[in-house]
């Protein structure tokens, strides 16, 4: 269920109230050090853990710690803080579970330091398509074991890459409702022409045989 909820009591900050300068200097350097880092070091650390050590669990873990120390700063930090984006779950009173999708209030634009946006979205994009090239080597060189591993960044990575996408471009309702009409009109659109069809296919008949014919 995706919807937009308050969040949990507490005395933190609420989101969107910080204040934020924008200017041509990066804001967060650590934050955007770091949503850097984790990405780049899991795909260099996949590409060259065969050069360092000949076990495979080894390099497994490694690849599989970055990727998850990526997940959690890119869900939890640098999205707040480089672009003013979260996308969070939690479980309300009757055990029903909440996906919420939410943006900085007010105006985005001048809350958001523009390098800073540039390099996340980069970050962001940029490193599914890497893993999904490793995807696609991995599986026509029949590299099953790390197939694993690749397949498991691609569900990790892509899970950020698509709750932010969701926070940026509208609410999950918004998004169903656009493909459920879209969907409608497709399936409206091919009963007509089946039953377009279906009429020209019976009046055709009659009309040769009531039609006359000089033939003894």
Not at 72 to 93: A, E
Not at 111 to 121: P, T
Not at 169 to 198: A, C, D, P, Y
């Amino acid at each position: 269920m995706t919807a937009r909820a308050p969040l949990l009591d507490d005395d933190t900050l609420a989101f969107g109230d910080e204040e934020v300068k924008n200017n041509k200097n990066l804001e967060h350097p650590y934050v955007t050090f770091f949503h850097i880092a984790f990405r780049v070091g899991a795909i260099i650390a996949y590409l060259l853990c065969g050069w360092f050590s000949d076990s495979f669990i080894a390099s497994f873990v490694t690849v599989v710690l970055l990727l998850s120390m990526d997940f959690w700063t890119v869900k939890n930090i640098s999205g707040r803080l480089m672009v003013g984006l979260r996308w969070w779950n939690y479980v309300d009173d009757e055990g029903k579970s909440h996906w919420v999708f939410e943006a900085r209030k007010g105006d985005l634009q001048n809350k958001v330091n523009a390098y800073e946006a540039q390099i996340f979205w980069l970050a962001l994009v940029l490193c599914p398509l890497m893993w999904s090239i490793f995807f696609l080597i991995a599986l026509f060189g029949l590299k099953l074991k790390w197939l694993l591993l690749v397949c498991i960044a691609i569900v990790l990575n892509g899970a950020n890459l698509y709750g932010y996408i969701k926070c940026k471009v509208g609410h999950g309702e918004k998004i169903s409702n656009s493909i459920s009409n879209l969907t409608s009109n497709f399936f409206r659109r091919q009963l007509l022409e089946n039953m377009t069809n279906m009429m020209n296919r019976t009046t055709q008949p009659a009309a040769n045989n009531a039609a006359p014919t000089n033939i003894i």
